[in-house]
């Protein structure tokens, strides 16, 4: 597939803003999160920044971007009407969390059970998203188990980064935002690693005997239909070397998990100065990282409609 850069930054931004929103959260549910108006302005802020860049930025990608509202409509069949309406939800239990952490300066009682909402509201908004891909049956690199699960622990995951730098920054260091942070990063590399590694066994569901249904013998493509690239080849027949592929992975396990890793287990085990500066490079680390992996979601996902023009569906090329 085509990896269009406001596609892979729509995920990416609203990934990190919905997963730092369900950490907030969740801590305040624990009650541990601090009834400090400044932080309230620097976490809530950033992510819904991060929240409505990344929705405006998806618009990029629409032939009609002034029709985008009719999708909330076909909620009944589509994922993505889901995840419109979703979406928009989280900003009420958001806007209630915030009135009261940074208006009235409380992170408890009733603003803790708004907080839930809005942690339950975030989820659901992941949720969809990954599912308008997990649920794409002609590629078979994204219909899989691995798919939907993977939207909501990078979420956390970044979230929980972004969360901790925040709190160190501004001098309300939490234990265990910080364990919190090194687990999911953990579970996230692995949980990475083992969808690669299935997607590297897929056997193609298809062939091009079966998709021209013409038994017999074995099908090849003496031509392509067109002369020309077409709007098919170019958005489904996107191809990525195998050589240039194994070097992106490499960078992404470095730059999204390896590195912050390091950096977030240096700043949990340090204090003051040093580990305001580790949580940072956690972040900075861990954002180029994303990108990447996000870019290789996409780049190397194969659409069934390739087989008309003599491509593989699975696999790396």
């Not at 501004?170 to 590694?197: F, H, N, S």
Request: charged share 15%; net charge positive; glycine share 10%.
């Amino acid at each position: 597939m085509h990896p269009a850069f406001s596609i892979i930054f729509f995920t990416t931004a609203t990934g990190a803003g919905y997963g730092l929103l369900a950490m907030l959260g969740i801590v305040a549910a624990c009650g541990r999160l601090p009834p400090d108006r400044w932080l309230g302005l620097a976490s809530l802020g950033l992510a819904l920044a991060l929240i409505v860049i990344g929705l405006l930025s998806s618009t990029l990608h629409l032939g009609r971007p002034e029709r985008a509202w009719r999708a909330l409509s076909q909620w009944r069949s589509s994922w993505l009407s889901r995840e419109g309406i979703a979406s928009l939800f989280t900003f009420l239990p958001t806007g209630l969390f915030g009135i009261g952490w940074i208006l009235f300066e409380r992170t408890d009682g009733i603003v803790a059970a708004g907080g839930v909402i809005m942690v339950a509201a975030a989820a659901l908004t992941v949720v969809a998203t990954g599912m308008i891909y997990a649920s794409l049956k002609p590629i078979a690199q994204w219909n899989t188990g691995f798919t939907m699960p993977a939207y909501l622990i990078f979420a956390i995951m970044t979230g929980a980064v972004l969360l901790d730098a925040i709190l160190k920054l501004l001098d309300w260091p939490d234990r265990v935002v910080e364990y919190g942070a090194l687990i999911v990063i953990g579970l996230g590399w692995i949980w990475k690693r083992a969808t690669w590694r299935h997607n590297d066994r897929l056997t193609s569901a298809a062939t091009v005997n079966s998709a021209t249904g013409l038994a017999g013998g074995q099908v090849r493509s003496v031509e392509w239909p067109h002369t020309e690239e077409n709007y098919v080849l170019k958005e489904m027949g996107y191809r990525i070397a195998r050589k240039h592929a194994a070097r992106l992975r490499l960078l992404a396990q470095l730059f999204a998990f390896g590195l912050p890793l390091v950096a977030t287990a240096i700043a949990a085990a340090t204090g003051g100065g040093v580990a305001k500066i580790a949580s940072v490079i956690a972040v900075l680390t861990q954002a180029p990282g994303i990108l990447v992996e996000r870019w290789l979601f996409f780049a190397e996902a194969k659409h069934t409609v390739t087989l008309y023009y003599g491509f593989e569906t699975t696999g790396r090329t």
